[in-house]
């Protein structure tokens, strides 16, 4: 049988942030490192800013997952930190179509992302134009949460509705809760806790790409 393969964007949140560069080494056979961008408005906590991210100068594809509103003012700010995708909420903005139009002017995948509490339907009329979805599996807002298994209708119902591109899951993912995920129909996974919390961080992104 040829599986494809689980995509693993491994999260730095909860990383310790002291020695970054070093945490970040430790994860560095990840496909992507997602970059979780909060500005203490459509989440209560603020995170990085390009400039942080510019200078730890990564050579891992960046999965930059904007946490943010109105990310359509911050979309050229994040560009200049050369990512491959960019994730933006659908709840954040009403400017859903420009920043699709920016993100591909760039060559630079577009994803939008819901929270837990809003349905998938609401995306079925970008899905045609976005090259990703994010289900969130745990409220936006910080690492370390338990997976909410319900959200696992949405990425079943967005492949019902014909959807081809990336679902990409994020919040709480464990190796269990991964292989749920992905007999749903995602392929991408996010992870922070589960990965920093064990020792040999490589062996078990491999064990999680193979799932
Ligand atoms: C939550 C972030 C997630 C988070 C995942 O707001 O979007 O990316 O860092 O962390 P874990 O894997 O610990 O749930
Ligand atoms: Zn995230």
Known sequence: MNKKKSIISVSFLSADQGM???????????????????????????????????????????????????????????????????????????????????????EVKAGISVKPGTPAKVLFPFLATIDLVLVMTVEPGAAGQSFMPEMLEKVRGLRKAGFKGIIEVDGGITLENQKKAKLAGADMFVSASFIFKHKDRKAIIRQMQEV
Not at 41 to 64: A, G, Q
């Open 20 to 106: 970054l560069k070093e945490e970040l080494e430790s994860v560095g056979t990840a496909d992507y490192f997602h970059v979780d961008v909060m500005d203490g408005r459509f989440v209560p906590r603020k995170t990085y800013c390009p400039e942080d991210i510019i200078s730890l100068e990564l050579t891992v594809p960046l999965d930059v997952h904007l946490m943010v509103d109105k990310p359509e003012n911050m979309i050229d700010d994040w560009l200049r930190t050369g990512p491959s995708i960019v994730v933006f909420h659908y709840e954040a903005t009403t400017k859903h179509k420009e920043i699709i139009a920016m993100l591909h002017k760039q």
